[in-house]
């Protein structure tokens, strides 16, 4: 088979692979297979680029950065929904409908109200041209780039779709994947996203559409909008637009008068807990698209659909005690402990008061009976006191001045909402975190030993740091509870086995805060060794690509703490990696000795990579985005706009092919 036969194919298998998981959720591939298929491709790709597609399936892992999001007026402005929220309401608007339309049958299309951010994305000829966000209806901000990593959103059509339309849908970010990224800042000291539609919403407008693109993001489609469209009816439409290759709800329901339509509801209202999005409500669509014409709009919205608006589900219940919980980095979290109560599908126990501001504004007090809700469908929450049954004798909260767990009095930092333990070595939770952060799979993933082992290890004062791992010996391990003879050989064997884990993965495991994965990555390949790191100033780690202020003082600090410096030296004498592995040096010259050089676009001499060897081996690096530190960018055909306007407007000299070989020589 030819190379580019061989290419486009692979492109159709990779893409109908891409439909069957994100869109029909019925993966027809292992997640391995998969990988091998798109590796090729890109190699196949970068050794032919005269073949290049920009919707491809190798395209989807972004890359391009956006400093500033171009306005851009809607080719069809986008209205927003009258809302309903009762069956009179509905009733009425039937009412109305029937007024202008006279006495015909109406059918309707009923389909959930999706909580994410509304987005337009314009199709010419079967391709993704421009997605555009809500903005106020009549203009919004081109989020292109960003929409174009999302998997759910097809690059190319399929069938038999219109020369061109617009199609709206709602970006949103599923239950599984928000607790997961809340998982990853917790495990980084960070704060984690309060609810998934804000996430969903800022994710469309972070700069670097590669990070846009690690969030598990998704699109879900429901109004096809154009001339000349090949349906007559919204339910058409929707099962047009599910044909084309769109990810489109399949609870969506067509009723042929108002009582289904209340059906439809009563059953949605009850079961929307089971789905794995947010929902609020269910949207009424006239289903005849020549009635939706003749029926037209008000100022703001459709006379043809209305929104009707789930109730906040709201359960009263008895606040027993407060409790204060301490996270590894020392943060304080106050917690409610509530008498059980039923609420969306699960007994609620416990519920998060967030800090000392919260508690004040609400004047939330033991005994008193609280109103919790459900924040964004997960999150149990205290959104009122019910002050008329509170007792004569009730005291106002005290927020605690000390560390429930140590004693230590509590810091609270200028413009910071928490109050922090500041014993970092000493406060019992911290240790502990630190020390489970530092055995966790993406850090040192040491076989063997979990979080509960972790705990009984150091209430039995065989560790109070992650150094004191590396002296256990079985004899201590094996009196423990629930540790057989195999449990303690493989505790003590995987302990060993991460002496040999690489340095990058090391420094993330030492906890320093702000220093995730990503970040640890750039600091070890920067540095290349822990000593080099930890006698790095303040200024010099500010200039490390994408390093900023906040990451390099919590550097800084963390290095200059006595008791680190003692643990890394120990880390040291027991053999884990301090030093990067270092390839065997290509280098050949220093001609572009530490320039920072961002290669983009697609070149007819070199591929891609050769070029970013080339960089290296003549004393330079590789920038991964364009920012004031970058020092060249080397242009070739198809490089994206947005990154040509950032390297103008910063001043960065731009270099063609040609020029970039010149240098060379």
């Given amino acids: 088979m030819a190379i580019k036969e061989k290419i486009e194919a692979l492109r159709k298998e990779l893409n109908e692979h891409n439909y069957n998981y994100y869109v029909l959720d019925n993966p027809t591939i292992s ?41 851009v007026a809607h080719r069809y402005r986008m209205y927003s929904l009258d809302n309903s929220y009762s069956k009179e309401d509905l009733i009425d608007w039937e009412q109305r409908i029937q007024r202008i339309l006279g006495d015909v049958p109406i059918t309707y299309t009923c389909e959930l109200k999706y909580d994410g951010a509304s987005i337009s994305i314009t199709y010419e000829n079967g391709e993704l041209v421009r997605a555009v966000t809500r903005g106020d209806g009549i203009q919004g901000d081109d989020v292109t780039n960003n929409i174009r990593t999302i998997r759910s959103v097809p690059i190319r059509l399929k069938g038999d779709y219109p020369p061109s339309f617009d199609i709206r849908g709602e970006i949103v970010l599923p239950f599984a994947g928000f607790e997961k990224m809340n998982q990853e800042l917790i495990e980084i000291g960070e704060t984690p996203y309060s609810n998934p539609r804000n996430t969903a919403s800022g994710s469309l407008k972070l700069q670097d559409s590669a990070e846009v693109a690690k969030r598990p993001l998704d699109c879900l489609l429901y109004y096809v909008v154009g001339n000349n469209l090949n349906f007559e009816t919204q339910f058409e439409g929707l099962e047009k637009a599910r044909s084309w290759g769109f990810k489109v709800p399949t609870v969506s329901k067509l009723a042929n008068n108002m009582e289904e339509v209340f059906a439809f509801i009563a059953y949605w209202d009850e079961h929307r807990h089971e789905l794995p999005y947010e929902t609020d409500g269910v949207v009424v669509k006239v289903n005849s698209l020549h009635y939706q014409e003749e029926l037209g709009y008000t100022a703001k ?57 919260q508690i004040a504004r609400l004047d939330i007090r033991v005994d008193d009976m609280v109103y919790v809700e459900k924040g964004g469908e997960i999150i149990p929450k205290i959104v009122g006191v019910n002050k008329e049954a509170r007792g004569v004798d009730s005291q106002r ?175 040291k004498s027991y053999g884990v990696q301090f030093v990067l592995e270092e390839k065997e040096s290509t280098v050949i010259s220093d001609r572009l000795k530490d320039k920072i050089i961002v290669v983009s676009g697609i070149f007819s001499k070199m591929s891609r990579d050769e070029m970013k060897q080339a960089i290296e081996d003549h004393g330079g690096k590789n920038g991964s985005s364009i920012s004031s530190k970058t020092d060249y960018v080397v242009a070739g055909d198809k490089m994206g706009p947005s990154k040509l306007e950032k390297a103008n407007k910063l001043g960065i000299k731009i270099l063609s092919e040609d020029e970039f070989l010149e240098m060379l020589q």
């Avoid at 297979?33 to 073949?51: A, S």
């Avoid at 070595?425 to 076989?447: L, T």
């Avoid at 009984?456 to 079985?474: C, F, R």
């Fill in 31 to 71: 997640d391995f297979d998969f990988d091998q298929k798109l590796k090729e491709l890109e190699k196949l790709e970068l050794e032919n680029p005269q073949y290049y597609d920009a919707s491809s399936p190798t395209l989807r892992v972004g890359g391009m950065v956006t400093k500033n999001f171009e306005t």
């Fill in 301 to 357: 919205s459709p006379r043809w659909a209305i929104a009707y608006k789930f109730k906040a589900e709201r359960v009263e219940t008895k606040l027993n005690t407060i409790t204060y919980q301490v996270g590894r980095t020392g943060a304080i979290t106050p917690v409610a402990n509530l008498e059980p109560v039923q609420l969306a599908g699960t007994i609620v126990k416990r519920a998060s008061l967030h800090n000392a501001d």
């Fill in 397 to 571: 909260t005290i927020y605690i001045k000390e560390c429930p767990e140590c004693g230590t009095k509590l810091k609270r930092s200028e413009g910071e909402a928490q109050h922090y333990c500041p014993n970092v070595y000493g406060c019992p939770p911290q240790i502990a975190g630190k020390i489970q952060h530092f055995i966790s799979r993406k850090a040192m993933d040491i076989e063997g030993l979990g979080e509960e082992t972790v705990m009984l290890l150091y209430k039995n004062n065989l560790v109070t740091n992650y150094a004191d791992l590396y002296e256990l010996k079985k004899e201590q391990v094996l009196p423990l509870e629930r540790m057989a003879e195999k449990s303690a050989d493989n505790l003590i064997k995987g302990i060993e086995a991460s002496k040999q884990i690489p340095f990058e993965r090391v420094l993330y495991a030492l906890g320093i805060r702000y220093v995730g994965e990503t970040v640890a990555k750039k600091l070890a390949y920067h540095y290349k060794n822990i000593d080099a790191l930890a006698q790095a100033p303040l200024m010099e780690l500010i200039m490390v690509d994408e390093i900023g202020e906040r990451i390099a003082q919590s550097v800084i600090d963390f290095f200059s703490n006595s008791v680190n410096k003692e643990i890394i030296e120990r880390l």
